[in-house]
């Protein structure tokens, strides 16, 4: 049987099941985990996956052959693209990479801090442009050494100053230090029992300010392959960003933050620890393992609170992590782990009364995709989370739609090193095989 047709028929017994569910007991509380507390959630009266089903058929005929093409190398680094984004492939020592992605992107490095200090002044975010770079100045120096190395080869290529390279690897911090809890993002694993085939398939929001959609233009895959004996890693962001968000690595590995400023945690530290940008990169280029990995992840120091999800092929693990303490969370039903903005450990304070709306809103979309996951357990592929993470949080997902925070979104299998990408309003899913750019 085709795998299409292997779909179709694990999502038909799962709606069969589900609708015999619901015929006698009305409900899907209570299926391998603790009953979802109650939410001012209209979408959740109805049958859960009713609209995320229409979005199902639509992703049937997605054809998953990488169709990037090499546009340009420089030494032993390649450049990739679609004529959307870009994917660059680097090699060699730290400097050398740095080297390459200098060389390789300089254009588009320039075009995107322009962009940065535009969008910023006119956010209001950043008062004046001294102030951006004053902030990144101060932080540059807390970047590791493997990417301070990095830095330098890429002013020695793209002629950018190194004033430039610590704005584009420090505004985001900058813009966290002002903002706090204003994120929206999600994440959502599933492994057996829940997936079709039992493999782990990740989905992942990335929902933040409207007018990160600007930058879209810059987005750039950047794989590290370091001669050091590092893991080769690759992760997303933007032109001129070194670090990221949401990493890869060729053990099969992920890690995903999303902002956890609603754990009450009100300290801050910034200018004064390891960005967090660039310490998550350094986490999948020093783990092979999803135990290593949690090790480490468990020992952070932050600078401002996160939510972690790590996982390999196989399981996933959420780390809560406070500026002081780091909770571990485990998922609360076979096959199934996820995360929005809300930390669940009974140990953190409240989060502040100016967070109340922000806190119900990260608590819907959580239940909201613990619903869609039962909903499609047993038949729960990357088209099936693809499905899911179209769907918008006022039709019982995740997503929001129509406020422009729904910045860019992937799904990832990671026993295939198997991505697949999409920014609303720009780039449509599109897969990315990490095989092609892992050496």
């Known amino acids: 049987m085709s795998p299409k047709r292997n779909t179709f028929a694990r999502l038909a017994a799962a709606l069969c099941a589900l609708l015999l569910l619901v015929g006698c007991s009305g409900s899907l509380q209570g299926i391998g985990a603790p009953p979802l507390p109650a939410s001012e959630n209209d979408a959740a009266a109805r049958l859960p996956g009713s609209y995320t089903t229409g979005l199902i058929a639509n992703l049937a005929d997605l054809d998953p052959t990488d169709t990037f093409f090499l546009q340009q190398s420089f030494e032993q680094g390649r450049l990739y693209s679609n004529h959307k984004i870009r994917i660059v492939s680097l090699k060699g020592s730290w400097q050398d990479m740095g080297r390459q992605y200098g060389a390789l992107l300089g254009r588009h490095i320039k075009e995107m801090r ?8 006119q956010a209001g975010i950043a008062r004046s442009e001294a102030d951006l770079t004053a902030f990144a100045a101060k932080l540059a120096p807390l970047y590791p050494p ?8 890429v002013r020695q290529t793209s002629g950018l100053p190194a004033s430039d390279m610590a704005v584009l690897n420090g505004f985001f911090d900058f813009i966290l230090s002002t903002q706090n809890a204003q994120a929206t993002c999600a994440a959502i694993a599933a492994w057996e029992p829940v997936s079709g085939d039992g493999r782990l398939v990740l989905g992942r929001n990335f929902d933040f300010a409207p007018f990160f959609k600007n930058f879209a233009p810059q987005l750039v895959i950047t794989v590290l392959n370091p001669d050091d004996g590092s893991t080769p890693t690759a992760s997303i962001g933007y ?23 609603l ?11 390891t960005p967090f940008l660039a310490r998550d990169v350094e986490l999948l280029l020093d783990n092979r393992t999803l135990d290593a990995l949690g090790e480490q992840t468990a020992k952070l120091q932050m600078a401002f609170p996160l939510l972690y999800m790590v996982t390999d092929a196989r399981r996933a693990v959420v780390y809560e992590a406070g500026t002081e303490r780091v909770a571990r969370r485990d998922p609360a039903e076979p096959g199934l782990l996820v995360a929005s903005n809300t930390p669940l450990d009974p140990g953190w304070p409240a989060p502040p009364a100016a967070y109340k709306d922000i ?23 990357d088209r099936v989370m693809m499905a899911i993470l179209d769907t918008p949080t006022e039709e019982g997902g995740a997503t929001p739609k129509g406020n422009g925070h729904d910045t860019w979104q992937y799904v990832a299998v990671p026993a295939d090193l198997r991505l697949w990408f999409k920014a609303p309003g720009y780039l449509d899913w599109t897969p990315v095989d990490l095989k092609k750019y892992f050496r």
Do not use: C, P, W
């Open 146 to 153: 493997r990417f301070q190395a990095m830095l330098q080869g």
């Open 359 to 381: 806190a119900q809103d990260s608590r819907v979309r959580y239940d909201n995709l613990v619903r869609l996951a039962r909903a499609y357990k047993a038949a729960l592929d």
């Open 239 to 261: 032109a001129g960003q070194l670090g990221s968000i949401s990493t890869f690595n060729a053990a099969g590995l992920t890690l995903e933050n999303n902002n956890g400023a």
């Open 263 to 273: 754990n009450g945690d009100t300290t801050r530290h910034f200018l004064q620890r």
């Open 114 to 121: 322009a962009a940065v200090s535009k969008q910023l002044l």
